[in-house]
C-alpha cells in the first residue's frame, strides 16, 4: 500500500466536506457527521487510491469511526460552524484526493451522523477493532488494512453505486 503525503492532515479533508456543504447552502455540520464522512474518505482512498488519504489514525470509538485530532478540535460542539477560522481555509488536497472527498460526499450527504454511525457499526472493519478494546485501550485503532477489506466485504447496493461512481471518475481499482 502506498503511503499518503505525510502533510495531509485529516484536518485538510474535513476543510474540503466543509466546502462542499458550504456550496450547497449549509451552515454547519455536526461533529459526527463530519467523522463518519472522515472515516469514510479513508476508506475509499485506500481502497481505490491503494493509500490513505490522510496521515492520522482513525479510532473504532463507541459511537463508531473517529479521527482523535480532529474530534480534539471541535470537541464538546454538536455542531460545528462551518465557517469557523479551522473549516474556512483551502484543504490543499490533490486532485485525486479531491476526487475521493468529492465521491464520499456525494454518496453521503443526505445521511446524519447517527444514519452514518449506525452504518459503521455494521462494517466488519470497526466491529474488528471495538473487540480488541482492553481497559488501557478503549478505542484501538481502525487499520489500513481492514479498510481496505471492508469494502472488499461490503455488498450494499449504495457501496455498488459509489464504486460505479468512482469507477466513471476513473478512480476505482477493476
Not at 445521511?111 to 457499526?121: Q, R
Request: one cysteine or more.
Amino acid at each position: 500500500m502506498s503511503e499518503t503525503d505525510p502533510k495531509t492532515q485529516a484536518i485538510q479533508v474535513a476543510r474540503e466536506f466543509a466546502a462542499l456543504a458550504r456550496e450547497e447552502g449549509q451552515t454547519c455540520i455536526t461533529s459526527m457527521k463530519l467523522q463518519k464522512l472522515l472515516y469514510y474518505a479513508q476508506l475509499w482512498a485506500i481502497h481505490d487510491l491503494n493509500r490513505p488519504i490522510f496521515s492520522e489514525n482513525v479510532e473504532a470509538w463507541k459511537d463508531g469511526p473517529v479521527v482523535p485530532e480532529v474530534f480534539q478540535r471541535f470537541k464538546g460542539q454538536y455542531s460545528v460552524s462551518l465557517n469557523t477560522p479551522v473549516l474556512a481555509q483551502a484543504s490543499e488536497l490533490s486532485c485525486e484526493d479531491r476526487e475521493i472527498v468529492l465521491a464520499v460526499w456525494e454518496q453521503y450527504k443526505s445521511l446524519s451522523g447517527d444514519d452514518l454511525s449506525k452504518m459503521t457499526h455494521d462494517e466488519v472493519a470497526w466491529k474488528n477493532a471495538r473487540a480488541k478494546r482492553r481497559v488501557f485501550n478503549n478505542s484501538p485503532k481502525i487499520s489500513p488494512e481492514a479498510m481496505a477489506v471492508q469494502v472488499d466485504s461490503v455488498a450494499s447496493n449504495s457501496n455498488k453505486q459509489f464504486r460505479a461512481y468512482l469507477k466513471g471518475k476513473g478512480l476505482a481499482a477493476g
